[in-house]
């Protein structure tokens, strides 16, 4: 059975730091891009970021390029959100996700959901 799991959340305070994680068990780890999305409250799931194990490929949402970074650890099946300069409005339930292939912004097609995170970003 295929799984990502999810880790790294927490509470942190505006202009702090926080990396979370994706380790991803029973997939082929070369396959997939993996994702993050996030669902603030009373909002709907958008995309954060992604990385394309096919060809290295990234994607930021507007909203946090310059702050976050992606990447991968082949050897783990793990791919790392590092996230400085938090807001408060990066505060959501954080999602890795998994698609084939090719990084995708639309929650349609994902063919792997992880446990979310809580991310709390307090003022």
């Known amino acids: 059975e295929v799984q990502l799991q999810a880790f790294g959340g927490g509470l942190v305070q505006a202009g702090g730091s926080l990396s979370l994680s994706c380790a991803a068990s029973?997939?082929?780890?070369?396959?997939?891009?993996i994702g993050w999305f996030r669902q603030a409250p009373g909002k709907g799931r958008e995309a954060v970021s992604c990385i394309s194990r096919s060809d290295g490929t990234t994607y930021y949402a507007d909203s946090v390029k310059g702050r976050f970074t992606i990447s991968s650890d082949n050897a783990e099946s793990t791919v790392h959100l590092q996230m400085n300069n938090l807001k408060p409005e990066d505060t959501a339930i954080y999602y890795c996700a998994a698609h084939a292939v090719f990084c995708t912004i639309q929650t349609l097609g994902i063919h792997y959901w992880g446990q979310g995170t809580l991310v709390t970003v307090s003022n």
């Open positions: 029973e997939i082929t780890f070369d396959d997939y891009a």
